[in-house]
């Protein structure tokens, strides 16, 4: 079936350091994916999502690139902030429905 | 209301206890999923409804988990005599089709 692995944390970093974490993905076709954020105390909320392959979802600052070769979507940021500091979950669609699998997430803390 | 609501937010249960789980999505939305999320995972995938059809049953873990939306909107999640294992958070989300899943905070569920 399909899969996800992402890079396990946490992942502690300063301000304005660079940000990536690392997802790769086994699917049947040509999922949709997408990166999920949960912040602190909250429900987990779309970050972004690409759609096809070469496709850059982009939000916050935050991108990640569609690498069909590869079967990866890693999620990077130039320069993070403390605000950004949260559990990031990658998640490639199944398929035709709307199902997601998600990877086992990402836990950023981010210090002034 | 403006997001989904999930009720309630705790719940503890004796072992062989039955419990049910209530989600309220954003009204107008077709698509209605639940997840399981143990602790330092990933949300797992139990079950999906378009409308009042329960499309995809397939990771609802035993036949002790039984979900329904009888009229396409509110859902309600009811686990039968509970087990130590079932403890997690159950989160619901909804959509509207588009595969931007928009999540509850979830209802963490303790079975002692």
Redesign the interface.
Known sequence: GDSVT?MEGPVTLSEEAFLTINCTYTATGYP?L?W?VQYP??????LL?ATKADDKGSNKGFEATYRKETTSFHLEKGSVQVSDSAVY?C?P?QGG?????????TKLTVNP | GAGVSQSPRYKVAKRGQDVALRCDPISGHVSLFWYQQALGQGPEFLTYFQNEAQLDKSGLPSDRFFAERPEGSVSTLKIQRTQQEDSAVYLCASSLGTRKLFFGSGTQLSVL
């Open positions: 992402q949709s997408f999920y105390g909250e429900g987990l909320q779309l999502k979950f998640a669609g429905s709307e199902k997601l699998v998600f990877g086992k997430g």
